[in-house]
C-alpha cells in the first residue's frame, strides 16, 4: 500500500521554497504525497503544488502563522493528526520547520530522524533512512513502532522534480487558531544588507591568496563565492597588502571557520592559515607549487595556475547550476 | 681632632642653629626615605640573598666601577665622574661640618693631597654638568623624557649640583683668604689671595656666609632628593646588589595556585619588594626604549614607562598602602599625575595600558640593557598573569591557543596522537621503543606539526644519524611545554603541562637529580657518562629554556641543550665529518632571543656556520646579545600584530641590509616569522630562511656526493 | 530571575572524529577526550551576561549524561554559573530527542525556571531538536537562533538570525531560548571561577528523583532506531591533481559528487 507522506511547504517570496519543493518531489516518489501550506500566501501556492508531486494539498490562508512563529502551525497539524495518520511527515531542514517538528515530535510522541541524506522503504515496509555521521560513518535508522514519524531532510539531498500534468486535490482547513499559542510575535523583519553571508556563517567558503597575483584578481575569487552562494575569504598575507579589510582573514589570528567547503585559491598553506580552516569538511586546493603544503589537508588538490582555473571553474559551476 | 683656623659658625649660639636646622634636615629626609622603605616592607617578600659572595663581588664592580654605564661612553663618563666626585665631595662636606664643632678630618683636614684631588674632582664633575646640561636641554634625546618628573626635576638637581660646587669654591676661597692660606685649597690657593684686599673681618663674614649657603644648599639637595628621579643614587646600589642571580630566562615561579587569593599583579604592592625597587632605580635613561623592538615598531610598549608605570601606581597609592600620612609623607614624592588630588586610576588599563603589555615579545633586550639591572619582563608577565588568570581579558585569538594546549597538548586542533607523524619512514625510534636512547630529541609542537618546520625536524634526524646517536623522540608522549602560555601569562597552564611532561621525562630516567640519587644507589655512574647518556636536545629555544630553567621550579631537573650546541659538539668530537666552506652563500645570522641573551649561546652556531659557509657569518646590525627579536617571543606569535611596523619585517630588512642571502635562524618561531617577513617585504627572490640543521644536513648530502652541485653556485 | 542553561559533554569535536560504536551503536565516549560542547561555551556566555545585565539572579547549568559530565559541568561553574544539576542514572543511556529533553523538562519543572537557555543544537549531534521538545514538555513558547537576547519586564525579545537578516521576535516570560552559535565570545575560565567551581552546589539526580518512568526514556523509550552503520563511501585521502586543461570539470564533478552545488 502507498505511503501517505506529508510535507509542510514553506512561503518565500510568494513561491513555494525550494528547499520545500526538493523533499516534496522525494515524498512523491515514496509514496503519495500530500502537502500543507499554511499563511497569508498559502492559497495562491497550492495550485502549483501538483506539478511538483503533490497529490493532496491542505491550505490554510491565515496570517497569523505570517505574524506567530511555531506555536500555530504546530497547532494545526495537530489537528490534522488527531484527524488522519498519515505514515510519515518528511520535512525540509529550515529554521522555522525545525521548531515545529521538534514540538510536534514532543506532543506526539513522534520519532525524530534529522540530516537525513536519503531514505526508503525495504520489501517489508520498513523505512530506512540515511544519516551521514562524523564524516566518516553513515548510519542508516527508522522508526521502531508503528504509526506516524518524523523525518527533517538535509537541503540539497533531492532535487526538484515535475510532475507534468499532476493536479493535486485542495483542501481547505478550518482550524481556529488558539490565541494562548499566539506568544512568539515577530515585530520587525531586517534585511541586512550583505553581498552573500557572513564568513562564521557560510556554509561554502571560497578563499584567495598571494598566489592570485594582484588585488584585481580577488574579483575571481568573490565570483566563484556567488555563483556557489558562499562568502570570500582571505589570507593575512593579502590582508597586509591592504587587498582586503581584515575582516576577511582567516586563521590563527583572523577567523576559525569550518564550512562544508572550503576553496583555497593560490594560498601556500602556512600553519597559521591551516589553523583557522583545518575544521572544513571539504577543503579544494588550487596551486601551482605542487609541494605548497595546503595540498597536505586538501580533499581535490589541483597543481595548476589558478588564473586560468577559476575563471573556467566559474563557467562551469554557472553552467551546472542552470541544468539543476 | 684638630680645630679648623676659622670656626665657620661663629660660635655655640650658630652651632646650635646649625644643628637644629642639620637635624630638621635629616628628619625629613629619613621619613621621606623611611617611606618608600616602609612601601617595600609592605610589598611581597622575595628573597635575594643567595649568591653572596657574586653578589658583593659584582657589587663592587658596578657600583663602585660604574661598569653598567660605561657602556654608553660619553655619558657614561661624565657619570662615572660625577659618581666619584660625589663620594669625594661628601668627604670635604664633613670636613666643613665638623668645622661647626670646632673640629675637622685629622687624616686629610690639613693633607694639601687630599684637597686637591677633591678640588680636581670638582672641576671635573664640573665639567661632566656641562655635559648633562647640553644633552638635556640641547640634544634632548627623546628616550630621557619623564612621565613621572617634569623636565624641570632633571634641571633643579643640576643646578642643586652647580650650587653645590658653587658654594663650596666660594667657601674654600674665602676660607683661604680668611686664613691666609692655613685653611688650604686648591681653589683657595687659586683665587684666595685676590681678596686678601677685603680685610680679614669682610673674608671671616664671607667666609660664615658661604659656609652656610653650602650647608643649606646641600640639606635642600638632601630633602629633595628622594622625590627626585635621582632617588636613583641612592636606590641603584642596592638595585645592583639584589638583582637576579637566578637564571635569566625562568620567570618567577607562582606558587600555591590552589590557595591564592591573587593570580598575577593588578595593584602595585602585589610586586615584590625588588620589583618595586627597580621603580626606584631607574635613572631614568631611556636605553631600554632605545632597544625594544614594541618600541622601535610603533606599538605603544615603552619600556621605560613600564618601570616608572610601576613607580606611578605605587605612590599614588602610597597613603592607601602606609596609612594615614603625616605632614612631611605629604611631600610629594613624585611629579605624579595623581598625587593623592585627582581620581587615582587603576596600574592595569589605567597607568600602564593592556596594549603596552600584549606587545612585549619578552625578548629580553631592555633588561640586557639596562645599566641597572632592572628586571621588566617579570613586571609584565606578572601583569599578564593578573589579566589572564583574573579578569580572562586577552586578546581574542589567543582563547583557542589555550583551548587547545589544554586538551590537545599542542596549540592547533590537532589529536596529538598525531605527533610523530611527521618522523614517519625516517626511522626514528620512540623512547617508549628505544628507553636507553643516549639522547631524546624533543622535537616541540612546531617541528611536529608545521610543515616547514617538520623539515628542520628532518634535518636534524638526519644529523643525528650521521654521527651516529643513539636517539629517540617520545612522540605522542610528548606535549607542548607551556611556554607560550606562561608567557602570556596562563601560569595554570603552564603547570598544567609542565607537570605532565615531567613526569613522562622522570618515567625515562631523565631527571638529573633522580639520576644522581640512582646512581649513587647503585654505584656504576661510571666516568660521568651517566649524565652525559640522559641528555635531552632541541631545536626549539623556548623548549629548550623552559625545560632547562623552569621545570626545576617544579622539581624537574635535566641535561638540556640547544641544537646548535649539540651540532658543535658533534663536530669539535669528530663525530660529525662536514666539508668546510661548502656553502658559498652570503649569510647571516640571527641569535634568537631564548638561546642567546637569555641563555648565552652565541658561539657555538656561529662556529658551526663558520665550517660550512666559505664567506663565514655576516652579522647584520644588531647581533649576539644586542640582537633584535623576530616578534614571536611571549606568546605574540599567537596574536595578530595590529599596531605600527612589523617587528618581523623590521628585522627582515635588517638582514637585507647586510646583503646576505641566507637568513640563518636556529628557532622555529624566528623561521615561521622570517618566513612571512620575507613575504611581506617581498624577498623572496633574495632572502633564504634556513635553520641551522637545515644547513648541515645539506653539507652532509655534499659530503656523501661530492659531485653535487654545490649550493650557491 | 531563575534562569537556566542546558549543556552537554561531547568528544572534542575538533580532535576526534567523533565514533559510534557498531555494536551497542552508540557514541564511544572512552578513550577520546570529552569537553564542554563549545556551542555551549557561548551560550553560557550569553547566559551570564543577561544575568549580569539583569542583577539579583541565579544562574544553573544542567546536564543530561554519564558521571565524567560533571567535568562540564566544572567548566560552566567555573566559566561563571552559580550552581550544577546533573541528570545522571543508567537508564538515560542511549536517550534520543524526546529522551533527552523529557528528563531535562522534568528537571526543569521542578525548578519553576524564568528562562532557559539552549544552543541551537549540539556540535556532535546537530539535531537541533531537544530544545523545541523541552519546550512543548513544559508548555513554553521558544524563541530560537538568537544572536541577541533582552529581557523587558515580563516579555522577552530576541533578534532570531534568518537567512537574509534577523527578526526581531518577542514572547512573554518564561521561556526557551536557544542561542545561535558564534553570537557571543565563549568566556575563558578565570582562576578565582576554577576554584570557586569547587565550591559551588552541585547536585545530582537520578531517573527516581525525578519520577521518570525507565520505559519513557533512554533505549527503551527511543523512538528511532539504529539499523546500521557503515563507512560513509569512502573519503578518498587527497587527491592531488596536475591541471591538463580540466581542472574545472574535475572540481565541479567533486562538488556535485557531495552535493555542494
Ligand atoms: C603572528 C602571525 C600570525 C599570522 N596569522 C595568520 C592568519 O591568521 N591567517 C593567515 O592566512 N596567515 C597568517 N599568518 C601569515 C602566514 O604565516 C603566511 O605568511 C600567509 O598565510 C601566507 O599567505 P598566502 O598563502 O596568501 O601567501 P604565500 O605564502 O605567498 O602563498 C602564495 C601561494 O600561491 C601560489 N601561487 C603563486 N602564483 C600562483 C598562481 N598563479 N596560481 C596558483 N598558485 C599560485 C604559490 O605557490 C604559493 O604557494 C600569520 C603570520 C604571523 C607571523
Ligand atoms: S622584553 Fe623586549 S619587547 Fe618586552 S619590553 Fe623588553 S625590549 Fe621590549
Ligand atoms: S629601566 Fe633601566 S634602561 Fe630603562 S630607563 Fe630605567 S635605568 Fe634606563
Known amino acids: 500500500m502507498a505511503k501517505t507522506i506529508w510535507v509542510l511547504v514553506e512561503i518565500e517570496d510568494g513561491r513555494p521554497a525550494r528547499s520545500s519543493l526538493e523533499v516534496l518531489s522525494k515524498a512523491a516518489h515514496l509514496g503519495r504525497a500530500e502537502a500543507i501550506v499554511l499563511g497569508s500566501a498559502a492559497a495562491t ?33 495537530s489537528d490534522l493528526l488527531q484527524r488522519q495518520q498519515p505514515d510519515l511527515l518528511l520535512f525540509p531542514t529550515t529554521y522555522d520547520v525545525r521548531d515545529i517538528a521538534a514540538r510536534l515530535s514532543a506532543r506526539h510522541n513522534l520519532g525524530l530522524i534529522t540530516d537525513a541524506t536519503d531514505l526508503r522503504y525495504d520489501e517489508s515496509e520498513r523505512l530506512e533512512v540515511t544519516v551521514p555521521w562524523g564524516g566518516e560513518n553513515v548510519v542508516v535508522a527508522t522508526h521502531p513502532y508503528q504509526g506516524t514519524g518524523i523525518v527533517l531532510a538535509r537541503p540539497k539531498a533531492f532535487s526538484v522534480e515535475r510532475f507534468e500534468g499532476r493536479q493535486a486535490e485542495i483542501e481547505q482547513l478550518s482550524v481556529t487558531l488558539r490565541p494562548e499559542s499566539q506568544q512568539m510575535k515577530i515585530l520587525d523583519r531586517v534585511e541586512v544588507q550583505s553581498e552573500g ?21 580577488y574579483r575571481l575569487v568573490e565570483e566563484l563565492a556567488t555563483v556557489l552562494g558562499g562568502a570570500p575569504g582571505a589570507t593575512r598575507a593579502i590582508v597586509d597588502a591592504g587587498w582586503l579589510p581584515y575582516s576577511y582573514q582567516i586563521g590563527q589570528t583572523g577567523k576559525t571557520v569550518k564550512p562544508t567547503l572550503y576553496i583555497a585559491c593560490g594560498i601556500s598553506g602556512a600553519i597559521q592559515h591551516l589553523a583557522g580552516m583545518k575544521g572544513s569538511k571539504y577543503i579544494v ?40 | ?111 694639601h693631597t687630599f684637597a686637591a684631588l677633591l678640588d680636581l674632582f670638582v672641576l671635573f664633575v664640573l665639567v661632566s654638568l656641562i655635559v648633562f646640561a647640553v644633552r638635556r636641554g640641547i640634544v634632548r634625546p627623546r628616550q630621557l623624557s ?9 634641571f633643579i638637581i643640576l643646578g642643586l649640583i652647580f650650587l653645590v660646587l658653587l658654594t663650596l669654591a666660594l667657601v674654600e676661597t674665602f676660607g683661604f683668604a680668611a686664613s691666609h692660606g692655613e685653611e688650604w685649597s686648591l681653589l683657595g690657593s687659586w683665587f684666595g689671595p685676590s681678596f686678601y684686599g677685603l680685610g680679614t673681618a669682610t673674608n671671616v663674614a664671607l667666609y660664615r656666609v658661604f659656609w652656610w649657603a653650602h650647608i643649606l644648599t646641600v640639606l635642600s639637595f638632601l630633602v629633595y632628593l628622594p622625590g627626585s628621579k635621582h632617588l636613583h643614587l641612592m636606590a641603584t646600589p642596592f638595585n645592583v646588589f639584589f638583582r637576579n642571580y637566578g637564571p635569566r630566562g625562568a620567570l618567577p615561579l607562582l606558587e600555591n595556585l590552589e590557595e591564592r587569593e591573587d593570580y598575577g599583579v593588578s595593584k602595585a604592592e602585589q610586586f615584590t619588594w625588588k620589583q618595586l625597587l627597580d621603580g626606584y632605580a631607574c635613572t631614568e635613561c631611556g636605553r631600554c626604549n632605545t632597544v625594544c623592538p614594541a618600541t622601535n615598531t610603533g606599538k605603544p610598549l615603552l619600556p621605560k614607562e613600564i618601570i616608572l608605570g610601576v613607580k606611578e601606581s605605587l605612590l599614588d597609592r602610597r597613603h592607601e598602602i602606609v596609612g594615614e600620612p603625616n605632614l612631611f609623607q605629604k611631600l610629594p614624592l613624585a611629579d605624579v599625575r595623581g598625587n ?63 583551548n587547545n594546549i589544554e586538551r590537545n597538548g599542542n596549540p592547533w586542533e590537532i589529536s596529538n596522537d598525531r605527533r610523530a607523524e611527521w618522523a614517519a619512514g625516517l626511522g626514528v625510534p620512540l623512547m617508549a621503543e628505544n628507553p636507553e636512547a643516549e639522547v631524546l630529541y624533543w622535537v616541540g609542537c612546531m617541528g611536529s606539526f608545521d610543515q616547514r618546520n617538520r623539515k628542520v625536524a628532518t634535518a636534524l634526524v638526519k644529523i643525528l644519524k650521521a654521527a651516529g646517536v643513539n636517539f629517540a623522540i617520545l612522540g605522542p608522549e610528548e606535549s607542548c611545554t607551556g611556554d607560550p602560555a606562561r608567557r602570556i601569562g596562563n601560569e595554570y597552564l603552564w603547570q598544567m603541562m609542565a607537570q605532565q611532561n615531567i613526569e613522562v621525562l622522570n618515567s625515562y630516567g631523565f631527571n638529573t637529580a633522580q639520576a644522581e640519587t640512582a646512581t649513587a644507589q647503585h654505584g656504576h655512574g661510571h666516568n660521568g657518562q651517566t649524565s652525559r647518556a640522559r641528555t635531552i636536545i632541541t631545536a626549539c629555544p623556548h623548549c629548550f629554556n623552559t625545560i632547562k630553567n623552569e621545570y626545576p621550579q617544579l622539581g624537574g631537573h635535566y641535561e638540556v641543550i640547544h641544537h646548535s650546541v649539540f651540532i658543535d659538539r658533534l663536530i669539535s668530537e669528530g663525530r660529525l665529518q662536514l666539508p668546510s666552506g661548502f656553502d658559498h652563500r652570503k649569510l647571516t645570522y640571527h641569535d634568537p632571543c631564548y638561546v642567546g641573551r637569555y641563555n648565552g649561546v652565541y658561539d657555538e652556531p656561529r662556529r658551526v656556520l663558520a665550517v660550512l659557509n666559505s664567506n663565514g657569518v655576516t652579522e647584520m646590525r644588531r647581533n649576539r646579545n644586542r640582537s633584535f627579536c623576530c616578534g614571536g617571543g611571549g606568546g605574540r606569535a599567537w596574536m595578530e600584530e595590529r599596531i605600527g611596523k612589523r617587528v618581523n619585517q623590521t628585522r627582515v630588512n635588517e638582514a637585507l641590509e647586510t646583503e646576505a642571502e641566507v637568513l640563518a635562524a636556529a628557532c622555529p618561531f624566528c623561521i615561521m616569522m622570517f618566513e612571512d617577513g620575507v613575504k611581506g617585504v617581498e624577498a623572496e627572490e633574495r632572502l633564504q630562511v634556513e635553520d641551522i640543521a637545515e644547513i648541515v644536513a645539506r653539507a652532509l648530502e655534499e659530503a656523501a656526493t661530492p659531485s653535487a652541485t654545490r649550493a650557491g653556485q | 530571575m531563575k534562569i537556566f542553561v542546558c549543556v552537554k559533554q561531547i568528544p572534542d569535536p575538533n580532535t576526534v572524529e567523533s565514533k559510534l560504536d557498531p555494536a551497542t551503536k552508540r557514541l564511544v565516549r572512552t578513550g577520546v577526550s570529552l569537553v564542554l560542547d563549545p556551542g555551549d ?34 567548566r560552566a561553574l567555573a566559566m561563571g554559573v552559580d550552581r550544577a544539576i546533573l541528570i545522571s542514572d543508567p537508564a538515560l543511556a542511549g536517550s534520543d530527542v524526546l529522551g533527552t529533553a523529557r528528563t531535562l523538562a522534568a528537571a526543569l519543572k521542578r525548578e519553576n525556571p524564568d528562562l532557559i537557555f539552549c544552543s541551537t543544537e549540539s556540535t556532535d549531534g546537530y539535531t537541533g531538536m531537544v530544545p523545541g521538545a523541552i519546550a512543548e514538555f513544559l508548555g513554553l513558547p521558544q524563541l530560537t537562533f538568537a544572536r541577541e537576547i533582552n529581557v523587558e519586564g515580563t516579555k522577552a525579545v530576541i533578534k532570531r538570525v534568518t537567512q537574509t537578516g534577523y527578526e526581531v521576535v518577542e514572547s512573554p516570560l518564561p521561556a526557551v531560548v536557544t542561542i545561535a552559535s558564534g553570537s557571543f565570545e565563549a568566556i575563558y575560565p578565570t582562576m578565582k571561577g576554577i576554584m570557586s567551581a569547587r565550591k559551588k552546589p552541585f547536585s545530582q539526580l537520578s531517573l527516581s528523583d525525578l519520577g521518570l518512568d525507565p520505559s519513557q526514556v533512554g533505549e527503551a523509550g527511543a523512538r528511532e532506531q539504529v539499523l546500521s552503520i557503515g563507512k560513509a563511501e569512502a573519503r578518498a585521502a587527497g587527491q592531488i591533481i596536475k591541471d591538463e586543461g580540466n581542472a574545472a570539470e574535475i572540481i565541479a564533478d567533486f562538488l556535485q559528487r557531495h552535493q555542494l552545488l
Open chain 1, 45 to 77: 501556492v497550492a495550485p502549483s503544488l501538483g506539478e511538483f508531486g503533490a497529490e493532496k494539498v491542505y491550505v490554510h490562508a491565515d496570517p497569523t502563522y505570517d505574524t506567530y512563529l511555531t506555536l500555530p502551525a504546530v497547532d494545526t497539524l
Open chain 1, 197 to 217: 553571508p557572513a564568513l562564521e556563517d557560510a556554509s561554502i567558503i571560497v578563499s584567495g591568496g598571494r598566489g592570485l597575483g594582484k588585488p584585481e584578481n
Open chain 1, 285 to 324: 586546493a588550487i596551486n601551482k607549487d605542487e609541494h605548497a603544503p595546503i595540498f597536505s589537508v586538501a580533499d581535490l588538490g589541483i597543481v595548476g595556475d589558478v588564473l586560468t582555473v577559476l575563471p573556467q571553474l566559474i563557467e562551469e559551476v554557472k553552467r551546472r547550476k542552470a541544468q539543476l
Open chain 2, 1 to 111: 681632632m684638630a680645630p679648623p683656623a676659622i670656626s665657620p659658625t661663629g660660635g655655640w649660639i650658630g652651632t646650635t642653629i646649625f644643628v637644629v636646622i642639620f637635624l630638621a634636615a635629616l628628619t625629613v629626609f629619613g621619613l621621606r626615605v623611611g617611606q618608600l622603605v616602609t612601601l617595600l616592607a609592605k610589598a611581597r617578600r622575595e628573597d635575594r640573598t643567595d649568591h653572596l659572595e657574586e653578589r658583593i663581588g659584582d657589587f663592587l664592580l658596578v657600583v663602585l666601577g660604574q661598569s653598567g654605564v660605561l657602556r654608553d661612553p660619553i655619558p657614561g663618563l661624565a657619570h662615572f665622574f660625577t659618581f666619584w666626585g660625589f663620594i669625594i665631595i661628601q668627604f670635604g662636606l664633613l670636613n666643613l661640618i665638623l668645622g661647626a664643632f670646632n673640629g675637622s678630618l685629622l687624616l686629610i683636614g690639613h693633607d
Open chain 2, 146 to 154: 619623564s612621565r613621572l618628573h617634569g623636565p624641570w626635576d632633571g
Open chain 2, 340 to 402: 593623592g588630588h585627582e581620581e587615582i586610576q587603576p596600574l592595569v588599563g589605567g597607568v600602564i595600558s593592556k596594549e603596552a603589555l600584549w606587545a612585549c615579545t619578552t625578548c629580553g633586550a631592555c633588561m640586557e640593557i639596562c645599566p641597572v639591572s632592572i628586571e621588566h619582563v617579570p613586571k609584565i608577565v606578572d601583569m599578564r598573569r593578573s589579566l589572564v588568570m583574573e579578569e580572562s581579558d586577552f586578546p581574542p585569538e589567543v582563547t583557542s591557543l589555550f
Open chain 3, 41 to 74: 561555551e557561548t551560550t553560557i556566555a550569553a547566559a551570564i551576561k543577561l544575568r549580569d545585565s539583569l542583577g539579583n539572579s541565579e544562574l544553573t547549568a544542567i546536564s543530561m549524561g554519564p558521571a565524567s559530565a560533571q567535568e562540564a559541568l566544572r
